[in-house]
């Protein structure tokens, strides 16, 4: 006969934790997170800003959400700011404008708000690039690179939502924008416009509408993208860049508990510390200078949030004729005519195109390299320079749309013709990408020719030394191990010619597939042999293990 002695807590608060952990497992959900490894490097930074301006966007979002008040009803403001003092203004303003000047800390809550989003979306994009141009979208993180390009996408909604909502002068013209891109969609817009907004623009209902969606169905979503995120995170591991003693098997850092806890706990702090202090110190969206929402009048100079002003760029830049060529189309239908308004529809196709490529990419890339192997090792940039141009195309063009949302204020501050500046950003929506690409896949490849010379001929040492025969030279000092195995270690994909399939055809999206794979590898540098390093230093190139002390492997 066996007997177990049941165990008992001493203290409260041990007696309190073992509760919890009888009841549901506590102890081993924390051993085995907190057993998890992860690499350290400063550029998986941004994912950890991401997250931590969103608590701050839901703190701070919390306490707003007591003072405003989401109705478009007419009132008269009778508040402390005495210049709008008797002006006709909506309910969601004057309430705006309450937590603005009559709720203690109100104004410093609305700023840390605007500006955690403005960091919020800027963190999700860097993080997105990160993981672009390192290539940790690859298998099998391609559905975690679909979730991150969703977090961008509902980030851009929040913030739209969010902006949206004091019904001010500058609000207010950016819903306009929307509403004529809803109502020049053909057959249905107007009906979608008027359902919308509950009428007539402005109508009646869209300023409580969109608060529902601010504070409810977008960050539930975006809530749960975080959670799945991190989820596929922790089963997949962190990928991390090559080094001594890195494989894809392994992973080479810090376990959570309680190294990383305590650094991301201190992080914390210091980006709500400097998110505090921009709030405190510079304003934004000052609502009191644009005053309430009126349709009338046309307001100049104004933009967006900069996460959403490329795609008032891209309307920017669409010219309403070609020539003789209108892009206003009137087309019969047996009820009536009706206006097919290409020249507001056929901005949104940009837009649509950089989205789409930015999901379908691992798969686009996969196509093209037939590599369908796990990777966990992080490329360098110049390592891949067809994927590096193709991502600074991409920046170059979103960016070209992002100036075109503050044309006229360039033409103003540096006293020049707004169409001219129309004209030179046009030219650059179509010649940007194709110079941005060429220029970062040659300096990519120049790169790469340079670590090569290095690994072969060692680093310059800033030493010139005589020869006897009276000839000067620079001295080259061999690299040390570790820092040529970061020159070395990585693959270099080559051009893959179309294939037959079985019954021996070729097909065309096989010879799609190969042309594009000469396009993109047909210029590339083999990373340096054994052979040629044997050759090049007299000796076998020696072996590189091992890693650091302090650091932890999990396998």
């Not at 701070?60 to 508040?79: I, K, V």
């Not at 860049?241 to 894809?248: I, L, M």
């Not at 996969?366 to 994927?387: C, G, S, V, Y």
């Not at 020719?449 to 061999?478: C, Q, T």
Request: hydrophobic share 50%.
């Amino acid at each position: 006969m066996s007997s177990t002695t049941e165990y008992r807590a001493k203290t409260s608060t041990g007696r309190i934790a073992d509760f919890v952990d009888t009841r549901v497992g506590a102890s081993q959900i924390v051993k085995e997170f907190g057993r998890k490894i992860f690499p350290d490097h400063w550029s998986f930074m941004f994912g950890e800003v991401a997250l931590y301006t969103f608590v701050i966007l839901l703190i701070s979002g919390t306490f707003l959400t007591f003072f405003f008040d989401p109705s478009m009803a007419h009132t008269t403001y009778n508040g402390s700011y005495n210049p709008l003092k008797g002006v006709q203004m909506s309910v969601a303003m004057s309430s705006t404008m309450d937590i603005s000047f009559d709720v203690r800390g109100g104004l410093f809550m609305r700023q840390v708000h605007h500006w955690a989003a403005l960091l919020f979306v800027a963190a999700v994009s860097v993080h997105m690039l990160r993981v672009f141009f390192t290539g940790a979208f690859r298998r099998p993180r391609e559905l975690n690179w679909v979730v991150g390009g969703t977090l961008l996408v509902l980030a851009m909604a929040a913030g739209f939502t969010g902006y949206s909502l004091p019904d001010d002068l500058l609000s207010g013209n950016g819903l306009r924008i929307i509403d004529g891109v809803i109502k020049a969609i053909p057959v249905v817009g107007t009906f979608i416009s008027a359902f919308l907004f509950g009428g007539e623009f402005p109508g009646t209902a869209i300023i409580g509408r969109l608060y529902m969606l601010h504070i409810m169905l977008v960050p539930a979503m975006i809530l749960l993208m975080v959670a799945i995120h991190l989820f596929m995170v922790v089963v997949h591991k962190h990928t991390q860049y090559r080094g001594p003693g890195r494989t894809n098997d392994n992973v080479v850092g810090f376990p959570v508990g309680p190294v990383y806890a305590a650094k991301a706990g201190g992080f914390f702090f210091i980006v709500f510390g400097i998110v505090a202090a921009i709030a405190g110190f510079f304003t934004i969206n000052p609502i009191w200078n644009y005053g309430p929402y009126d349709p009338s009048p046309v307001s100049a100079g104004t933009q967006p949030d900069w996460y959403i002003g490329w795609v008032d760029g891209a309307l920017r830049l669409m010219p309403g004729v070609l020539g003789n060529f209108s892009f206003e189309w009137i087309i019969p239908f047996p009820w009536g005519d009706n206006n097919l308004i290409l020249n507001v529809l056929l901005p949104m196709v940009p837009a649509a195109i950089l989205i789409g490529a930015m999901f379908a990419w691992p798969w686009i890339e996969r196509w093209i390299t037939k590599d369908n192997r796990e990777h966990h090792l992080l490329d360098r940039p110049r390592n891949a320079p067809f994927r590096t141009g193709v991502g600074v195309a991409g920046v170059i063009w979103y960016c070209v749309m992002w100036c075109a949302a503050s044309s006229d204020l360039i033409a103003t501050h540096f006293h020049v013709a707004l169409n001219d500046v129309t004209y030179w950003l046009r030219a650059l929506f179509f010649l940007g990408p194709i110079l941005g690409f060429i220029v970062a896949r040659r300096i990519a490849l120049a790169l790469q020719r340079k670590d090569r010379e290095i690994v072969l001929h060692g680093r310059e040492a800033g030493v010139i030394e005589m020869s006897p025969e009276g000839g000067f030279s620079e001295r080259h000092v061999p690299l040390d191990e570790y820092k040529l195995y970061k020159l070395v270690a990585f693959e270099s994909h080559e051009v893959l010619p179309a294939e037959a399939d079985r019954a021996g055809h070729v097909t065309r999206t096989e010879k799609a597939r190969g042309a594009v794979s000469k396009f993109f590898f047909e210029d590339r540098v083999a990373p340096v042999t054994p052979a040629e390093l044997e050759a090049a230093h007299g000796h076998n190139a020696p072996a590189i293990e091992g890693s650091s002390e302090e650091a932890s492997v999990e396998h």
